[in-house]
């Protein structure tokens, strides 16, 4: 397969995904329930729904801020600015490019901050497993609460045969990887053995900080407001403002999941709430609506700042400060 043709389906094949899926959810609305969702839509508490963006926004501050604990480290102090930038376009790489946003905020880092990027991307992967662990913690703590109710809904969604197939490719390709990082002579190997080493030193580099209270002070923070975020979104509207705790927080899971699915979500993430809502009583109308009202608002203010990014880190660098 050519690079090209990779690039093009690793694009094209999770927003097909999302408009399948979108496709599929409003075939089996009748026109009643689509005037339904619409007005949903309608009688919305927007100004509940800017303050859950809001605090969205105060979780990605606390992300760049959390960020130099893992470069210092390694001799880097860099601009909050520039790691607050580097988050959001990251963000908004991501609706477009599933997965780049990792590598175009080591990019930024590297550009404007001389932190090299095997580094820089060692230390966001280093920030993504400590993060993946608190999502697992919450998905634990769903499990715990109602495990019969969630492990139906993903047994009637995802086929476990789908799920065992992607586990078994999963490692035959990492025992390749091994043979080939062990046995071959290539500068292919030379060149991904000195970026791996690159990446080990930011990856471990939470281990060296001096700062690992406050590290995870932020991380806690950080999950914090987006839960905070998700829960005062559910008061936008009437149908979804007086969930249980159990169901709020599966919902938040099921709905963090989504996003690796598609483009940020696209299509997936109002798919998954709104079934995973059903679930537990709330109309199917009412949770797709809520789940386009979270995604949209979420999506605006990430394209929203974003491009700012994009438009004032050059302007922002070029200035002394």
Same mark, same amino acid.
């Given at each position: 397969?050519?690079?090209?043709?990779?690039?093009?389906?690793?694009?094209?094949?999770?927003?097909?995904?999302?408009i399948?899926?979108?496709?599929y959810?409003?075939?089996?609305?009748?026109? %009643?329930?689509? *005037?339904?969702?619409?007005i949903? !839509?309608?009688? #919305?508490?927007?100004?509940?729904v800017?303050?859950?963006? /809001?605090?969205s926004?105060l979780s990605?501050i606390?992300r760049?801020?959390?960020?130099?604990?893992?470069?210092?480290?390694?001799?880097?102090?860099?601009?909050?600015?520039?790691?607050?930038?580097?988050v959001y376009?990251?963000?908004?790489?991501n609706?477009?490019?599933?997965?780049?946003?990792e590598v175009?905020?080591?990019?930024?880092?590297d550009k404007?901050?001389?932190?090299?990027?095997?580094?820089?991307?060692?230390s966001?992967?280093?920030e993504?497993?400590v993060?993946?662990i608190?999502?697992?913690?919450?998905?634990?703590a769903?499990?715990?609460i109602?495990?019969?109710?969630?492990f139906?809904y993903?047994? %009637?969604?995802? *086929?476990?045969?789908k799920m065992? !197939?992607?586990? #078994?490719?999963?490692?035959a390709?990492?025992?390749?990887? /091994?043979l080939?990082?062990?046995h071959?002579?290539s500068?292919?190997?030379?060149?991904?053995?000195?970026?791996?080493?690159?990446?080990?030193e930011?990856?471990?580099?939470?281990?060296k900080?001096k700062?690992k209270?406050a590290f995870?002070?932020?991380?806690?923070?950080?999950?914090?407001?987006?839960?905070?975020?998700?829960?005062t979104?559910t008061h936008?509207?009437?149908?979804?403002?007086?969930?249980?705790?159990?169901?709020l927080?599966i919902?938040?899971v099921?709905g963090?999941?989504a996003?690796?699915?598609?483009n940020?979500?696209?299509?997936?993430?109002?798919f998954?709430?709104?079934?995973?809502?059903?679930?537990?009583?709330?109309a199917?109308?009412?949770?797709?609506?809520?789940?386009?009202i979270?995604?949209t608002?979420?999506?605006?203010?990430?394209?929203?700042?974003?491009?700012?990014?994009?438009?004032?880190?050059p302007?922002?660098?070029?200035?002394?400060?």
């Amino acid at each position: 397969m050519s690079r090209s043709l990779s690039k093009f389906l690793k694009i094209a094949l999770p927003l097909g995904l999302g408009i399948f899926l979108i496709w599929y959810s409003y075939s089996r609305f009748s026109p %009643e329930q689509i *005037e339904e969702i619409k007005i949903y !839509f309608g009688k #919305a508490d927007y100004a509940i729904v800017a303050l859950s963006v /809001f605090l969205s926004f105060l979780s990605h501050i606390s992300r760049a801020y959390r960020w130099n604990f893992m470069l210092e480290p390694m001799g880097y102090k860099t601009k909050l600015a520039n790691n607050f930038m580097a988050v959001y376009i990251a963000y908004l790489m991501n609706i477009f490019i599933p997965k780049s946003g990792e590598v175009s905020r080591a990019i930024v880092l590297d550009k404007y901050e001389k932190v090299p990027f095997e580094k820089g991307f060692g230390s966001i992967i280093s920030e993504r497993v400590v993060d993946l662990i608190f999502l697992f913690l919450f998905t634990i703590a769903a499990l715990l609460i109602q495990f019969d109710v969630l492990f139906a809904y993903l047994k %009637e969604v995802v *086929e476990p045969t789908k799920m065992l !197939f992607a586990m #078994a490719t999963l490692i035959a390709l990492v025992v390749f990887f /091994f043979l080939f990082m062990k046995h071959s002579k290539s500068n292919l190997r030379n060149k991904l053995k000195k970026f791996i080493s690159g990446l080990k030193e930011g990856v471990f580099s939470i281990l060296k900080m001096k700062k690992k209270f406050a590290f995870l002070l932020h991380t806690c923070i950080i999950w914090a407001l987006y839960f905070l975020s998700f829960y005062t979104a559910t008061h936008a509207l009437s149908e979804t403002e007086f969930i249980s705790a159990s169901t709020l927080i599966i919902t938040f899971v099921v709905g963090s999941f989504a996003f690796a699915f598609t483009n940020s979500g696209f299509g997936s993430y109002p798919f998954f709430v709104a079934g995973i809502l059903a679930v537990f009583g709330i109309a199917e109308t009412a949770g797709t609506a809520f789940g386009w009202i979270v995604w949209t608002s979420s999506i605006a203010s990430i394209i929203f700042f974003g491009g700012l990014s994009f438009l004032l880190l050059p302007v922002y660098n070029r200035v002394k400060l």
